[in-house]
């Protein structure tokens, strides 16, 4: 019997995102899909306050002659297009028609095949290309001593930033992330555990170390070693890795994302047959091998022996302590501490792991908010949508500066600094493995 009305009793479904399918490709087809989906979106308008999306597309049909969606020209379509970061949380949180209802809305993939459809057409622009080239930009920043030091300066320096901003439409407030010659892969360092399995884990960890992990903040995996390793559970990095792909999947570069996913899912697959679990420390990238790649290859059985073995940190070590396998030997107290919930984190669909183990550290009090830091990859950055983003980022903001806690934390670290550099209260970010380091005094 179909499905009649608004909503569903029945769990969300995502269906594979279909892109080796020539109807993917096809314009008209995209064009028919867009009116359609927008017109469910304009009648219903849940979302309004996810992102700068959907009030886009609301102002377009307002402000038509018909004040409906077949007033809008389908050359401004992709205005909508363009504001929109693939957080996913309008599927997750908001939109009721998502499948298995009949009108099967699945409005982040449609703006992924327009991204896809848009690159394919026209590629990206020098700058956007550049921005999500992040293992190319970490490599060529930290292979040679003092190029991480210049760079450095130079991205805190405002003459040349307003520059940066003129000739690359960088924004000149947005704080770019910092290079370390030293990196994750230079100093990483673990004892050597016996692994035991517990649960649905096996006490046995790789940790992929991610770009901006490995280039930008490497300090973040040694507190993940230290933390980990108390807990004995034997961790070390995965051998090789190339970017998840996610930057280049946000851009609609699917031939890149399919080059990314050729270098790393023989790498870890392999270590899986191995016997490790895989865990990463940005939501991003835990994301795309839990969901976005196996979304884009649903018959590669390597790809779902990754997304079965793939875990966020957090949600590891939560497994562990139901199994009474996490150490509660806290040595220092954290207090008040607000926590921005990653998007990318939150679309998991795990709970809110990353609390409930802060919350275990004694006189502790995890304060969550599950709002948009507004950053969300090179969004932020991007000196045409800057603006939007740091008003995104308001409400999180208020909450941060309004609570004045002892620390802030998000587990996206770009996020994290995103809020810390809007926030009057805030002085420095932290990350929550930061803070469960410092708990345990390590």
Request: a negative charge.
């Amino acid at each position: 019997m179909a499905q009649q009305g608004e909503g569903s009793l029945q769990a969300p479904t995502r269906h594979p995102l279909g892109w080796q399918e020539d109807n993917f490709w096809e314009r008209d087809l995209l064009n028919e899909e867009l009116e359609r989906v927008y017109d469910v979106c304009h009648g219903c308008r849940r979302c309004v306050s996810l992102c700068d999306a959907f009030p886009t597309l609301f102002d377009l049909v307002d402000e038509s002659e018909t004040m409906e969606v077949d007033g809008v020209e389908k050359s401004d379509f992709f205005d909508v297009v363009e504001q929109c970061y693939l957080c996913d949380l309008c599927y997750l949180t908001k939109c009721p028609y998502v499948p298995p209802h009949e009108w099967n809305i699945d409005f982040p993939h449609l703006m992924l095949r327009a991204k896809a459809q848009k690159f394919k057409a026209d590629g990206g622009s020098f700058r956007d290309n550049l921005l999500t080239s992040t293992d190319r930009m970490g490599k060529a920043l930290t292979t040679i001593p003092l190029v991480d030091v210049t760079a450095n300066a130079l991205n805190k320096n405002k003459l040349f930033r307003n520059a940066l901003e003129t000739t690359l439409g960088v924004h000149a407030d947005a704080p770019l992330p910092e290079y370390h010659h030293k990196t994750l892969r230079k100093q990483f360092s673990a004892p050597l555990k016996s692994a035991t399995p517990l649960g649905r884990t096996t006490g046995k960890v790789a940790l992929y170390a991610t770009c901006y992990g490995n280039y930008n903040t490497p300090d973040l995996g040694q507190d993940f070693a230290h933390v980990f390793a108390h807990n004995d559970i034997h961790i070390e990095l995965v051998p090789k890795e190339a970017c998840c792909g996610m930057p280049k999947l946000e851009l609609g570069d699917l031939d890149s994302v399919n080059a990314l996913k050729e270098k790393n899912i023989p790498v870890l697959a392999k270590l899986v047959d191995q016997g490790f679990d895989l865990i990463a420390p940005i939501p991003s990238c835990v994301l795309m091998y839990k969901q976005e790649l196996p979304l884009m290859y649903p018959n590669d059985p390597e790809v779902i022996k990754v997304k079965n073995a793939f875990f966020d940190p957090f949600e590891y070590l939560f497994l562990r302590h139901k199994e009474g396998g996490l150490k509660l030997d806290f040595k220092e107290a954290l207090g008040e501490v607000s926590y921005q919930v990653a998007c990318h984190l939150r679309v998991q669909n795990i709970g809110n792991k990353t609390r409930d183990i802060l919350n275990l550290v004694n006189d502790t009090d995890v304060l969550t908010i599950e709002r948009c830091s507004g950053h969300d990859g090179t969004y932020a950055v991007k000196e045409e949508t800057r603006a939007k983003s740091v008003k995104i980022a308001k409400p999180v903001v208020r909450f941060v500066d309004t609570k004045q806690a002892k620390h802030f934390a998000s587990d996206c670290p770009m996020a994290a600094v995103h809020i810390a550099n809007l926030s009057e209260s805030v002085d420095l970010a932290a990350h929550p493995m930061t803070l469960l380091r410092k708990a345990y005094g390590l």
